[in-house]
């Protein structure tokens, strides 16, 4: 499965520790992520990662790109909802496309962790209709 993750920076601490707590089973998929939290995952994890541009600076649309082409399955995006972002629209796009698209969205670690524990049990095999 394409998965795709994303991280403000107040939470690219936690993205890592996430993956570094999941990577066995975020080894067995395809990882997209915005650049630098590509970069600080790949770090931390050894997972490859496809990096596309930093969120910003348009990373977060290219994301959104390959949501609208059903191209990714699952999206992580621990966002920061006491700091107000510029590119906020950018996130209330992927969260609309995810919606559109049915591609389960986590904005927090609860959800993150329900989704990928779905995952490795299996229960998100469903995805493959869609495709």
């Not at 975020?26 to 970069?39: L, M, Q, V």
């Not at 621990?78 to 996130?91: C, F, G, N, Q, V």
Request: hydrophobic fraction near 45%.
């Amino acid at each position: 499965m394409n998965i795709a993750l994303i991280a403000h920076d107040a939470k690219k601490k936690l993205m890592q520790n996430f993956c570094i707590a999941y990577r066995q089973i975020f080894a067995k998929h395809d990882i997209y992520a915005t650049g630098t939290t590509g970069r600080l995952i790949e770090e931390v994890t050894n997972l490859k990662i496809h990096k596309y541009l930093a969120g910003n600076l348009g990373g977060e649309q290219q994301i959104g790109v390959q949501i609208e082409h059903n191209q990714i399955d699952m999206v992580i995006f621990l966002r920061d909802p006491l700091a107000p972002k510029s590119h906020e629209m950018d996130i209330n796009s992927i969260a609309r496309l995810c919606d559109a698209h049915n591609i389960p969205f986590a904005t927090n670690l609860a959800t993150a962790e329900l989704l990928i524990k779905a995952l490795d049990r299996g229960e998100l095999e469903w995805r493959e209709m869609f495709k």
